[in-house]
């Protein structure tokens, strides 16, 4: 999944020997931690950090002897990361603005802990299977009291004469009443502080037992 940073991360856990972890298309800023567990299995966790690469698909690939073939997993690289405390109000664009000029404005939602929805606006008319939070104003997409599975990925494709223009956005919605727990990989953050974004839950690859 996507991590704190807008990166795609994927991890396996549970594995002896350690699983090995490879991204398509393949990147020299990808970062490899390996960690023995308690109960000698071992946690694999890749980063994927290539810049200039927003809004394009990446897949994550996990092989391991407990595997008959590979793992693959696709991850979309959002164009824009914006983070919203619980209970406010989350605005998200648009990266193509044709003015009045368009045909349809699509806000496809993908959460990571509800059913995917959408939102469709043509002819003055909206579409839509999202809940009544989410408005829809022409290349803006406003979410009220924003709650913590509206965490996801937001794509919005935008139809005109000359095209279809998509554009893809992260929302994360942090709780700030949440306790700050650090870990080697994670280093504690005020959840309060500007800096903060609350790690997603990345891709996991469990071992068959």
Request: net charge negative; glycine share 6%; aromatic share 6%.
């Given at each position: 999944?996507?991590?704190?940073?807008?990166?795609?991360?994927?991890?396996?856990?549970?594995?002896?020997?350690?699983?090995?972890?490879?991204?398509?298309?393949?990147?020299?800023?990808?970062?490899?931690?390996?960690?023995?567990?308690?109960?000698?299995?071992?946690?694999?966790?890749?980063?994927?950090?290539?810049?200039?690469?927003?809004?394009?698909?990446?897949?994550?690939?996990?092989?391991?002897?407990?595997?008959?073939?590979?793992?693959?997993?696709?991850?979309?690289?959002?164009?824009?990361?914006?983070?919203?405390?619980?209970?406010?109000?989350?605005?998200?664009?648009?990266?193509?603005?044709?003015?009045?000029?368009?045909?349809?404005?699509?806000?496809?939602?993908?959460?990571?802990?509800?059913?995917?929805?959408?939102?469709?606006?043509?002819?003055?008319?909206?579409?839509?299977?999202?809940?009544?939070?989410?408005?829809?104003?022409?290349?803006?997409?406003?979410?009220?009291?924003?709650?913590?599975?509206?965490?996801?990925?937001?794509?919005?494709?935008?139809?005109?004469?000359?095209?279809?223009?998509?554009?893809?956005?992260?929302?994360?919605?942090?709780?700030?009443?949440?306790?700050?727990?650090?870990?080697?990989?994670?280093?504690?953050?005020?959840?309060?502080?500007?800096?903060?974004r609350p790690p997603l839950s990345p891709l996991k690859i469990p071992f068959?037992?």
């Amino acid at each position: 999944m996507i991590n704190r940073d807008g990166s795609p991360e994927c991890r396996a856990v549970g594995g002896n020997p350690a699983a090995d972890i490879s991204w398509i298309p393949e990147s020299d800023n990808v970062t490899t931690r390996r960690g023995m567990e308690s109960d000698n299995t071992w946690t694999v966790i890749s980063t994927y950090s290539e810049h200039g690469i927003s809004g394009r698909e990446v897949k994550c690939k996990v092989s391991h002897p407990a595997f008959t073939h590979p793992q693959i997993m696709s991850v979309l690289i959002p164009d824009v990361v914006v983070s919203v405390v619980a209970g406010s109000i989350g605005i998200l664009h648009c990266a193509h603005d044709p003015g009045d000029t368009f045909i349809m404005i699509t806000w496809r939602i993908h959460p990571l802990y509800k059913d995917p929805c959408y939102m469709s606006l043509l002819d003055s008319h909206t579409l839509k299977t999202c809940t009544e939070r989410a408005i829809q104003d022409k290349m803006s997409l406003r979410i009220l009291n924003t709650e913590i599975t509206d965490t996801g990925i937001y794509t919005c494709e935008v139809v005109t004469d000359e095209g279809k223009f998509p554009s893809s956005v992260l929302l994360q919605v942090i709780d700030p009443s949440s306790s700050c727990t650090q870990t080697p990989s994670l280093p504690c953050i005020d959840p309060l502080s500007p800096l903060y974004r609350p790690p997603l839950s990345p891709l996991k690859i469990p071992f068959p037992v």
